[in-house]
């Protein structure tokens, strides 16, 4: 049991560092474009915005499979706690 729930955190992980990668990266190429335009320090902000919305479509195109196995995950570990919690009230009923 311990080994799932070590592999819904690894996928949990992997997701996350994954997401914070594309944007970093999304992020500096637009940082990069700006300070070659001139951009003034005003205009960060908006490169945050800009970089969270491009990553956020890049993350839906590059990282299915990885969300595909969060989800997974996480469905798996709540159909076990659901399996234990309707064991545990019919232990109780029992009584």
Do not use: P
């Not at 479509?57 to 969060?70: D, I, T, V």
């Not at 996480?74 to 009923?93: N, Y």
């Amino acid at each position: 049991m311990g080994g799932n729930i070590l592999c819904g955190v690894k996928h949990f992980l992997v997701y996350t560092a994954l997401r914070i990668a594309i944007f970093v990266a999304v992020y500096a190429v637009l940082l990069g474009i700006a300070a070659s335009l001139g951009a003034g320090r005003d205009s960060y902000i908006w490169l945050l915005v800009g970089a969270a919305v491009i990553s956020a479509a890049l993350s839906m195109k590059l990282l299915a499979k990885q969300r595909e196995q969060l989800a997974l995950s996480v469905q798996q570990r709540a159909e076990r706690a659901s399996a234990k919690f309707e064991e545990m009230k019919s232990a109780e009923d029992a009584d």
